[in-house]
């Protein structure tokens, strides 16, 4: 009885501090982003064209991107603001500081559109066709100015380029459900105009109790003013995103957010109580001063009872604190984190018709993959781990592959990896919720049959492209002491969206590390045969070097099309370059397309990449630079690097190997399933090819051959 009145008073505990962390957060939100230092992935949503470059956040495309024109993006703070109270109608004030950068592009035509704060329905929801001169705020065309319904928003614009439908250009204006400010001010000053390319510094402010949002623009040593008076409460519901949007048309420029801050409080109107109501008082014909009362027996009883239940209560309270307090902690966390959630089984039993067979996508060696509906409307993908039939060293395995998996790529996002919605962790399984990918795995295009179109050589070296900025990210750009090693890179963890983007999935063999701690060596080799470095296997020890192993056998087999263990391909490659003709290695397909400069130089950067000893390889920075610049200078490799002789002086007999590497313990080849299934794709690391050249999963007790 006790223990289940603990529960009780724990649940009702808990639920008392997540309601009034709620309110909290409601009646006052504040934050300072420096994206210098990171991306607060878990705070901010990125959506459209805008994404962390370290140290700014790019709004709209860049010079990375082949075309900047038609642009639109978005960066909004993840939680809801209380703008105002329907109970009480009070407004909030707030304050919002940001610095930010407009770049003209590299041609001579006039810079266009601008970026604007804003502050709209919640959750922020680019409108279409948005780009252009209505800067990712409003529906085009430029006819239809005037915002309605979800589209309704509040915004201080910095436009850069004339619209002659309601004003000229390079100005500073506040906008109220239209493109037409309601006030303005001409950034007019020479070489201190928002198409300057200085460095910018906005504050805009909202008092409750004057309604009045004013605008302080600072360029260099110019100053600029705007106010207006705006009440919130006709224009916008009470609670709202608030964020940064930008976008380019026919003409473009950079957008670039360096840094923003905002605070906002809901104070409650101070209204005086009403007066107290006279007590009631009864006296009796003839009475001589206030009557006395009896307490009845019943009421003492009562009162005595309810004391010793609040003893009790406040024991149990105490007896059970730090059992409390830890359970609060865990669930609050839940309800009120950032980024990805939790779902309830019974949810994702729901969202994929009870695991129906016919909306699986995919089967590995230890998960499965379904398509489902969440309670969003948004599809996925719901990776549910097996455990039937796994032993306890297994199901640890798998265990700590989930934890990881959730709790590395929680912190990430980047447009070219896999979105994570949420997970699952209860009784019945394991389970992972992504975004779902609409075209697939890469295997599936450059190995098997039964797809309806092949990948052109444009289409493979966008994918590489994205797949070296999602590496790039990973290794550094996301945060300044800490970077990630994906450990597992290969083409049925590339996922490609409808536009065949790659994204970076499957992240259950990832490890978070510091820059300043020392390598740690793992029990297991662990990865997928033909992509594993041959100092991972020597040592155990995992680094960003292993990744960029990996990232080159991927660009070796994106221009020859054959799979690591044909040929073997590393050993031919190099044996042609050694030749001075390494183009030969490419896939003849491919070579009637042209750019045969743009493959070699994929080729040798791919060999760059593989080299045996780590210090020889280059960073994936450094990778990235020559890739896509044509004029960026090829390395110069030695003519021969086919057969691999490992650090310790290891040969290639595989008994050798056996001998020198008891933490592999006996070795045997165990076959993967990953590839079992040919379903349309959905999440890395599950998905299905045609009867193409395989690669193998290793775990421990799995043979390595290295080229």
Known sequence: MALTLSRILCRCYSLIIILFVHARLAASVSFNFDFATSDYASELNYSNDSYWAKPVVELTKDQRYDSM??????????????????????????????????????????????????LSCYPSVTPHYSDGGTLGLITGPFSNLTASGDERFVAVEFDTHSNAAWESGNHVGIDVNSMASVASKDTDLPGRNLSSGLPMKATVTYRNDTMVMSV??????????????VDLRQNLPETVAVGMSAATGSLFEVHQLLSWSFT???GADKKPPPPA???????????????????????????????????VVLLLIACRFKMVSRWCQRHAGEKLGHGPRRYQYLELVKATNKFDQKRKLGRGGSSEVYLGEDDQGRRVA???????????????????????????????????????????????????????????????????????????WDDRYRIIIGLVKALGYLHGEHSGTKYVVHGDIKPSNIMLDEDFNAKLGDFGLARLLDYRAKARTTENVMGTQGYIEPEFVETGKRS???????????????????????????????????????????????????NDQQMERVLVVGLWCTQPVRKERPSIAHAMRVLEHADAELPVLPPSRGHVTLLGGLSESPEHRRDAWPFLGKLSLVPSQMYSNTAPAAIAGEQGCGNADRSHSIEQGSSIIIE
């Not at 939680?79 to 105002?84: A, E, H, K, S």
């Not at 709790?407 to 779902?436: P, Q, T």
């Not at 490659?573 to 001075?580: H, K, R, S, T």
Request: proline share 4%.
């Open 69 to 118: 024109i038609n642009s639109v993006g978005r960066v909004w703070y993840a939680q809801p603001v209380q703008l105002w109270d329907p109970a009480t109608r009070a407004l909030a004030s707030f304050n919002t500081t940001f610095s930010f950068q407009i770049k003209s592009g590299n041609d001579s035509r006039t810079p266009a559109d601008g970026m604007a704060f804003f």
């Open 216 to 229: 302080d623009l600072h360029i260099g040593d110019a100053a600029y003013h705007v106010s207006a008076n």
């Open 264 to 266: 906002s409080d809901l």
């Open 277 to 311: 109501a006279a007590p009631d008082q009864t006296h009796d014909d003839g009475a001589k001063g206030p009557s006395k009362h009896r307490v009845g027996p019943e009421v003492l009883a009562l009162a005595i009872v309810s004391g010793f239940l609040c003893l």
């Open 382 to 456: 719901v990776k549910k781990l097996i455990s039937i039939g796994a032993t306890y060293a297994d199901a640890r395995r798998r265990r700590r592959e989930f934890e990881a998996e959730v709790d590395i790529i929680s912190r990430l996002r980047h447009k070219n990896l896999v979105r994570l919605f949420g997970w699952c962790d209860s009784s019945n399984g394991l389970l992972l919720v992504y975004e779902l990918i609409s075209q697939g795995s890469l295997d599936k295009y450059l190995y098997s049959n039964e797809t309806e179109r092949s990948l052109t």
């Open 544 to 594: 960003m070097e292993s990744d960029v192993y990996s990232f080159g056998i991927v660009l070796l087999e994106m221009v020859t099309g054959l799979g690591p263990l044909r040929r073997p391909l590393r050993s031919w490659v190099w044996e042609l370059y050694g030749q001075n003709n390494v183009l030969e290695a490419a896939s003849p397909t491919l070579r009637s397309e042209t």
